[in-house]
Structure formats: structure tokens, C-alpha cells
């Protein structure tokens, strides 16, 4: 179904470097994202046109106000900033930023863009730490080491407060970049990710064991066969 969809609203990147190609949408990636911002919600029947309605009101009908997406779409408005968040980190509303303050969604600036092109490979290509970020970028005025550490963490969480970039999390006390990629990554090797057999709730099992449903508590057990 979401062919269609990609091929209607996909674009050229406006942006100075090559975008990451796309990723595919389900109500199930959708799901596990959600889990990484620490959200657990259901399966939805209603998940595919809600995404539809949400990329038409941004994409073609350039809607701003969050409230007025979210009724179109039939979402709450924590809701749709939710499913925005997962659109843009599926590359496919890429060049929009959310503005939590104002409730709207708006085309990112020159600044963003400016920022976003110097870290756009180490965020979603190479998933680099703030240090070997640091250690990359240009030192036009010979800074020392800690200084454009500090710099670099500033530029990120600008980008992160704004919902520029999304897929990762940022530990402030420790100064450091939780990648969504890399994290559901290390906890397939020990953790299946399955359908609650009762309520179809996504439950993270032991691989070979089983786990405890937290929608209905429901027993549910590895059926994966060992496959990620």
C-alpha cells in the first residue's frame, strides 16, 4: 500500500547532501519506535490512514497547527507528533521540524539545513558518538578538544529539541547518543520481538523463552525460530 504512497509524495532532497533512502512503514515499525521513547500504544487498524491523512495535511495541503492535523487525521495531538516523528525518521517527511511550543509543524530553516547536512552521515549513516564527531568536524580556529565536544552536543540537541533528526535519544548528564537502530539491534540478540497472541500488543520475549504481555498479561512465547 505504501508504494503508492512513496511514489506520490516523494521529492528530490532539497537539502546539499544524498538523503537515506526511505524506510518501509508499518503499524508494527511503528510500534517498536514508539518503544524507544519509552511509548507502548496498540496495534491500530486505523494506523495506515492515519499516516495517509498525516502526509497529505503536511505534504500537500501544508498544514501547520498540530491540532488541525490531528483532526483530519483522526489522531490525538500527542498522537500525530508521534507518527510525525516516526515519518521523519523514516526519511519521508524530512524536511519539516516540530515546534513543541507553538504546536506546529513548519519547514525546517537555512540554520537547520545548514546544521543538519554537517552531521546528516555520523547521525544516520555511521552512528558516531559526540566524541568521534568531534574529532571530525572542521577546527577552523585550532578550538581545544572539549570545547568542540561541547559544540558539537550543542548542535545535536538543537536539532533533537527541534524534532529535526529523530531516531535517537540524548543522555544530557552524560553528553551522550542513544541510536534507535543500534539499540533495537543489541536487543534483538538476546530478545525476540513478538505479537501478544491475546491482544496483539508487541511483547520483547527471551529468545527460545517467553515473556509477560504489560497490556493484558498475558504468557507469550518466542516463535521466531531464532530469526531477527
Known amino acids: 500500500m505504501f508504494n503508492i504512497f512513496k511514489k506520490l509524495f516523494k521529492n528530490k532532497s532539497k537539502l546539499g547532501f544524498k538523503k537515506k533512502k526511505e524506510g518501509i512503514i508499518s503499524d508494527w515499525s511503528y510500534q517498536r519506535f514508539c518503544g524507544f521513547y519509552d511509548t507502548r500504544i496498540f496495534p491500530d487498524l486505523e494506523f495506515d490512514n492515519k499516516i495517509k491523512k498525516i502526509i497529505h495535511c503536511v505534504k500537500d495541503k501544508h498544514l501547520e497547527r498540530l491540532d488541525e492535523i490531528a483532526q483530519e487525521s483522526n489522531c490525538t495531538?500527542?498522537?500525530?507528533?508521534?507518527?510525525?516523528?516516526?515519518?521523519?525518521?523514516?526519511?519521508?517527511?524530512?524536511?519539516?521540524?516540530?515546534?513543541?511550543?507553538?504546536?506546529?509543524?513548519?519547514?525546517?530553516?537555512?540554520?537547520?539545513?545548514?546544521?543538519?547536512?554537517?552531521?546528516?552521515?555520523?547521525?544516520?549513516?555511521?552512528?558516531?558518538?559526540?566524541?568521534?564527531?568531534?574529532?571530525?568536524?572542521?577546527?577552523?580556529?585550532?578550538?581545544?578538544?572539549?570545547?568542540?565536544?561541547?559544540?558539537?552536543?550543542?548542535?545535536?540537541?538543537?536539532?533533537?529539541?527541534?524534532?529535526?533528526?529523530?531516531?535517537?535519544?540524548?543522555d544530557d548528564y552524560r553528553k551522550e547518543i542513544i541510536y534507535y537502530t543500534v539499540e533495537k539491534h543489541k536487543k534483538a540478540l538476546t530478545y525476540a520481538t513478538v505479537n501478544c497472541t491475546k491482544c496483539g500488543a508487541l511483547v520483547d520475549v527471551s529468545r527460545g523463552g517467553n515473556g509477560r504481555c504489560d497490556y493484558c498479561g498475558s504468557l507469550v512465547e518466542d516463535n521466531t525460530d531464532g530469526k531477527f
Not at 87 to 112: H, Q, W
Not at 134 to 162: C, S, T, W
Request: proline content about 3%; charged content about 35%.
Open 77 to 170: 495531538v500527542e498522537e500525530t507528533v508521534m507518527k510525525i516523528r516516526y515519518l521523519k525518521n523514516k526519511r519521508i517527511l524530512d524536511d519539516i521540524f516540530i515546534d513543541n511550543i507553538n504546536r506546529v509543524v513548519k519547514k525546517c530553516t537555512l540554520e537547520d539545513t545548514k546544521i543538519l547536512e554537517k552531521y546528516y552521515t555520523m547521525l544516520y549513516v555511521d552512528h558516531f558518538s559526540i566524541d568521534e564527531m568531534a574529532q571530525r568536524v572542521p577546527n577552523f580556529h585550532n578550538k581545544p578538544f572539549p570545547i568542540i565536544k561541547e559544540d558539537v552536543y550543542k548542535d545535536i540537541k538543537y536539532l533533537y529539541d527541534r524534532c529535526v533528526v529523530n531516531g535517537i535519544k540524548l
